[in-house]
């Protein structure tokens, strides 16, 4: 692996699935699992499959058919759950096993009820179970991002030397900022005894709108692996989306960080688990949203009309979505009422225009957008029609 690549570590399946209402049964978990190997993604998260016998299921299912990416099976650091995840694995080309354990100091005191020492013990002891099933083993040090920078080196460097291949800096809560997350991040690749030997991954939840932002600071300092979702979705307030971040990689190509993502699939998929999931996406989502290509307002719907790139940083057709939109409301301009009519068969003259812009107003305060076929209405219904008529 270069190391310009990111590679990109989804867990729509795993940590997208935890959203209450989005549970998927194994045949629908089998469709995106096959469209997120078309998509390119390096590892699929396709479940916890200690947790039940359909998660073990889908697993072992999804092990079985994907061709290109690692499959991974999360465990906690509990000798049954990681030989529970190495079973569900066995027919994978590529396994996983992504364990670990909690190492803020609020999860110590409460969730474990134990020390330091203990936990940095118990977190080499995983790994080097998980290492006896596969070669490939993630560890994740669970809210690491409130996890004090000293104690987490040293349990990084612990898992590294039980065998760990990736380390995960999950900042579960969603709490820091970016350049807390980055100088993290940095503070480990400076101060990890064998920290070459492993990728250090970033893994952000959104509770404070950072996710994003904060998995980019990640790999600007090191990081190597981001850990993300489709359309975001993930427990609370989600997860890093997963067509953010490769979109902002693409975007600004002066960071010389790549992905194998084929972008043009970034909406058909975001479509796809929107739609199996049974959660709707807002519609003002960066790159997937309805909205992210759509323009309303007369001042920048004349931009794009003249030049795309005016209102535009991404052309539609690189995420898959065909083209702009051009939406008509009563903030829209001449040139926006020109350019659908003109779709739909009207060449309108700069009188004639006129005219049926003033009648176009008129309608547009009183119904929220204008479809094409109140375009007619207003067209046919206007003084001019006669001679527009004529001249189509
Ligand atoms: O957010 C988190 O800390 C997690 C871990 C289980 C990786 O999802
Ligand atoms: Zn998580």
């Given at each position: 692996m270069s190391n310009s690549q990111v590679q990109i570590f989804d867990t729509t399946l795993r940590d997208g699935e935890?959203?209450?209402?989005?549970k998927l049964n194994t045949e629908q978990k089998l469709v995106i699992a096959h469209q997120l190997d078309e998509l390119g993604v390096d590892i699929i998260e396709a479940g916890f499959p200690v947790s039940s016998p359909g998660d073990f299921k889908s697993v072992e299912e999804i092990a079985k058919v994907v061709k290109h990416a690692t499959v991974c099976g999360l465990s906690r650091s509990v000798k049954n759950d990681i030989k529970v995840a190495a079973e569900a694995l066995q027919k994978a080309k590529n396994p996983r096993i992504h364990t670990g354990i909690g190492t803020s100091d609020s999860h110590i005191k409460y969730?474990?009820?134990?020390?330091q020492e203990k936990i940095l013990e118990w977190a080499a002891e995983a790994v080097k179970y998980a290492k006896s099933f596969v070669e490939d083993v993630e560890f994740y040090a669970e809210d690491a991002g409130r996890t004090d920078n000293e104690y987490l080196a040293r349990v990084c460097e612990a898992a590294i030397k039980a065998g760990a291949t990736v380390l995960n800096i999950p900042d579960t809560t969603g709490y820091c900022l970016p350049h807390e997350y980055g100088e993290k991040i940095k503070y480990l690749k400076e101060n990890v005894k064998g920290i070459d030997k492993a990728i250090l991954s970033c893994h952000c939840h959104n509770d404070l709108g950072l996710a994003t932002a904060n998995s980019i600071e990640g790999v600007i300092n090191g990081a190597r692996q981001i850990e993300c979702t489709i359309n975001g979705i993930g427990e609370r307030a989600g997860n890093t989306a997963l067509e953010e971040v490769v979109m902002i990689l693409k975007q600004h190509p002066y960071l010389k960080l790549d992905t194998n993502i084929k972008t043009e699939m970034l909406y058909g998929i975001s479509q796809l688990v929107s739609d199996s999931m049974g959660i709707y996406t807002q519609p003002?989502?960066?790159?997937?949203?309805?909205?992210?290509f759509a323009h309303s307002s007369g001042i920048h719907q004349d931009g794009v009309i003249k030049k795309r790139e005016t209102y535009e940083i991404i052309n539609p057709k690189d995420v898959g979505v065909t083209e702009s939109a051009i939406v008509l409301t009563a903030r829209s301009g001449r040139a926006a009422l020109a350019y659908r009519a003109k779709k739909i068969g009207y060449d309108l003259t700069k009188l004639q225009l006129d005219e049926v812009y003033a009648n176009f107003l008129a309608y547009a305060d009183r119904k929220k957008e204008i479809e094409d076929n109140d375009i007619h209405e207003i067209i046919e219904t206007s003084k001019v029609y006669k001679e527009i008529e004529s001249h189509s």
């Open positions: 935890q959203v209450p209402g989005c969730k474990f009820k134990s020390s003002n989502k960066a790159i997937v949203g309805a909205n992210a």
